[in-house]
């Protein structure tokens, strides 16, 4: 089993100082990422469509075996916007030729519901994307059904596992996977915070024994798995980066059987912690 970890993002100006070193320009900010982390999920995407000449841009900063996640525009993932498929093909084509793609992420929106025009446009969305490896997020509980599991695999779609709060409408935290690839976001657990700004839902810090969690159901699929993949969305003062280390830390202890993804290009050890 191959096990990456990874941050949601890499340029935040609040990591200078604490992560990247004082002075970092953002345009030095993925090399420098790349010491530490083998794997990184584009999140500028969703914002606006990429172009083949920005994500080349990007490769061209990373070492060879470094990989991205592409998150989808909005314009696909809340708007079904048929007509921004071909665009995007093309723009995530090349990363895939340079193989610097992992694969694609499709984070619903809480107000998407299960109803059949969702299920009618992700069925799509897996068909013109098929090739370069979807994972679907999903937000609603609605969502959350006995066969949600086989239904995404027959459509070759990776299901999500989040770490989010407890909240009733949200879909529940915990381990689920549809193939041999297993996804997981962490986001956050404060509840008080989930419904107020982005900024505020994201300023989260795991402690040992929630990531632990992460790590005992990690050791209870590695049957059935292949590749995990874990991706710290909470990224307000680094503290993605230092739960990603944290991370890494615990699976060399409680797991040394499985394959922890080097970084490609770091000789250079972590350098401590950041809230510590």
Same mark, same amino acid.
């Given at each position: 089993?191959?096990?990456?970890?990874?941050?949601?993002?890499?340029?935040?100006?609040?990591?200078?100082?604490?992560?990247?070193?004082?002075?970092?320009?953002?345009?030095?900010?993925?090399?420098?990422?790349?010491?530490?982390?083998?794997?990184?999920?584009?999140?500028?995407?969703?914002?606006?469509?990429?172009?083949?000449?920005?994500?080349?841009?990007?490769?061209?900063?990373?070492?060879?075996?470094?990989?991205?996640?592409?998150?989808?525009?909005?314009?696909?993932?809340?708007?079904?916007?048929?007509?921004?498929?071909?665009?995007?093909?093309?723009?995530?084509?090349?990363?895939?030729?340079?193989?610097?793609?992992?694969?694609?992420?499709?984070?619903?929106?809480?107000?998407?519901?299960?109803?059949?025009?969702? /299920?009618?446009?992700?069925?799509?969305?897996?068909?013109?994307?098929?090739?370069?490896?979807?994972?679907?997020?999903?937000?609603?509980?609605?969502?959350?059904?006995?066969?949600?599991?086989?239904?995404?695999?027959?459509?070759?779609?990776?299901?999500?596992?989040?770490? /989010?709060?407890?909240?009733?409408?949200?879909?529940?935290?915990?381990?689920?996977?549809?193939?041999?690839?297993?996804?997981?976001?962490?986001?956050?657990?404060?509840?008080?915070?989930?419904?107020?700004?982005?900024?505020?839902?994201?300023?989260?810090?795991?402690?040992?024994?929630?990531?632990?969690?992460?790590?005992?159901?990690?050791?209870?699929?590695?049957?059935?798995?292949?590749?995990?993949?874990?991706?710290?969305?909470?990224?307000?003062?680094?503290?993605?980066?230092?739960?990603?280390?944290?991370?890494? /830390?615990?699976?060399?202890?409680?797991?040394?059987?499985?394959?922890?993804?080097?970084?490609?290009?770091?000789?250079?050890?972590?350098?401590?912690?950041?809230?510590?």
């Amino acid at each position: 089993m191959n096990v990456w970890i990874g941050t949601s993002g890499y340029s935040y100006p609040d990591w200078v100082g604490d992560f990247y070193p004082e002075g970092t320009r953002p345009a030095n900010m993925l090399p420098y990422y790349c010491r530490f982390f083998p794997l990184v999920e584009l999140n500028f995407t969703f914002y606006r469509p990429p172009t083949p000449d920005t994500l080349g841009r990007l490769a061209d900063k990373t070492p060879e075996g470094f990989q991205f996640v592409v998150k989808l525009p909005r314009t696909l993932s809340h708007e079904r916007n048929p007509s921004d498929l071909p665009g995007f093909r093309a723009a995530v084509e090349e990363l895939r030729h340079r193989n610097k793609l992992m694969g694609l992420l499709c984070q619903l929106p809480q107000s998407t519901h299960y109803e059949k025009k969702a /299920v009618n446009w992700l069925e799509r969305l897996g068909q013109e994307l098929a090739d370069f490896r979807l994972a679907v997020e999903f937000r609603h509980r609605s969502w959350f059904r006995p066969r949600l599991t086989e239904w995404m695999a027959k459509q070759h779609l990776d299901l999500v596992a989040v770490d /989010v709060p407890d909240l009733p409408a949200l879909f529940p935290r915990g381990w689920v996977q549809s193939g041999r690839r297993a996804y997981v976001r962490l986001h956050s657990r404060n509840a008080a915070n989930w419904y107020r700004s982005e900024k505020q839902r994201y300023d989260y810090n795991y402690d040992d024994s929630a990531l632990g969690e992460w790590v005992e159901s990690l050791c209870a699929a590695e049957d059935r798995t292949d590749e995990v993949l874990f991706l710290f969305n909470n990224c307000f003062r680094g503290q993605a980066i230092e739960n990603g280390r944290r991370m890494r /830390v615990q699976i060399e202890e409680r797991a040394p059987e499985v394959h922890l993804v080097a970084t490609p290009s770091a000789q250079q050890p972590w350098q401590g912690s950041l809230f510590g």
